[in-house]
């Protein structure tokens, strides 16, 4: 440990930024891999099955309350989205999933774009350091007293060399989690994207669109406010 410290130490105050950076990209890497692996995660299929035996059967009170039991979820919180405008005519089911994608969808993003931008910060951060190192080391050569010049030329170099590697030491590692969760959150967007299609289009499906709201939901159980259908056949 007493190492790494000199380490850093030697590679001046561009280690010490490189270090920040690194630091902080393993902070957003943790956040991120809690998010898309653990608190987002869900067996969608057993989920979507569960939420489709229910419309089907049109007990839709018992499928909102499913999702409300996974509400953190960014499906289960879109298909709860939806399936309280049930009573309502296509268009309206259709606008619905295209809110709950756009307010659901940026979720899995969030905050994995700053891994690219920090890790080629820390390339050049690196590359800095090296210049840094051999401006240090052409002025030991060029004004520095010739019994020092040596110490100081091989402490430029040094410096030189740290930073380089420090810095590839930080992007490199960054730049492999960046891939692992992109790749994580194309999969889930893809998953939210093909189960709400399904969704709608199993409700747009079914004669309960022209129903009124207390044919869909006999059992009041108060999970939101929901505005009667404004169908005409509805009305009729």
Request: charge should be neutral.
């Amino acid at each position: 440990m007493s190492g790494f410290y000199q380490f850093i130490i030697d590679s001046g105050v561009v280690g010490w930024v490189i270090m920040a950076t690194g630091l902080f990209s393993m902070a957003i890497v943790a956040e991120r891999i809690k998010k898309l692996y653990f608190d987002f995660h869900l067996d969608t299929k057993t989920f979507y099955n569960k939420i489709q035996t229910y419309i089907q059967q049109k007990k839709f009170n018992e499928a909102i309350l499913v999702c409300e039991g996974l509400i953190k979820k960014p499906m289960a919180r879109s298909f709860k989205s939806i399936l309280l405008k049930a009573d309502r005519e296509e268009e309206a089911i259709y606008q619905a999933s295209d809110i709950a994608l756009a307010e659901n969808v940026p979720l899995f993003a969030k905050r994995i774009h700053y891994l690219s931008m920090l890790a080629n910060v820390a390339t050049l951060l690196g590359l800095l350091g090296t210049i840094h190192g051999l401006i240090l080391s052409f002025s030991a050569v060029a004004s520095a007293d010739p019994a020092q010049k040596q110490s100081l030329l091989a402490h430029g170099i040094s410096v030189s060399m740290y930073t380089t590697a420090l810095g590839l030491a930080v992007a490199i590692p960054v730049m492999i989690f960046y891939s692992f969760l992109v790749s994580r959150q194309n999969q889930l967007s893809e998953e939210l994207f093909e189960h709400v299609q399904k969704l709608v289009e199993s409700l747009v499906g079914m004669d309960h669109v022209f129903a009124t709201k207390s044919q869909l939901f006999p059992d009041d159980l108060h999970i939101e406010k929901i505005p009667p259908a404004h169908n005409a056949r509805a009305a009729s």
